[in-house]
């Protein structure tokens, strides 16, 4: 078990790493697309639609890595008071009732929807918009899929410091 949870963690280390680059390359195209619309009064659909895209492939690739690293969003009101196996019950809960079957109604719901984009070539409606728009809804089942894997790591984590053997 702890063999999985830490290839899982390294493969999520590493996707994560490289999904990163996204956000260098998001903060360059902003400033690209500001520098354009005030000093030039020139503004492109297809800049703003790739700003929208890169942002939402950050959120939805990096959401495993963020989770990995316990920087997700959590109301800490009691968690942070929690003894260390108060908080892998806490965690392992959530898991499995919450976290594994959201992501697994995700990747249902959102692989049709991908197909279907890929089957007509989906593209944006707006002139000058991206042309592969197909491309950007897949992203949301293999989002989901990372964040599945993660939660698996983090499920068996929590099971064994429960178990009073952790994984590190």
Known sequence: MKKLIQ????????????????SLILVVLIGIDVLLRYAFSWSSSANQELEWHLFATLF???????LKHDRHVRVDVFYSRFSDSKKA???????LIFLIPFC???????IPFAIDAWEISESSPEPGGLPH????KSTIPVGAL?????AVS???????????RPAE
């Open 7 to 22: 290839y899982i963690n390294q493969f999520t280390e590493k996707t994560g790493q490289w999904v990163s680059w996204i």
């Open 60 to 66: 939805l690739l990096g959401s495993a890595f963020a």
């Open 89 to 95: 019950w806490v965690n392992l809960i959530g898991t």
């Open 104 to 110: 697994l109604v995700v990747i249902q719901t959102s």
């Open 133 to 136: 728009r197909f491309i950007i």
């Open 146 to 150: 990372l964040l599945l894997i993660q």
């Open 154 to 164: 983090e499920g068996l984590s929590s099971l064994l410091i429960i178990l009073n």
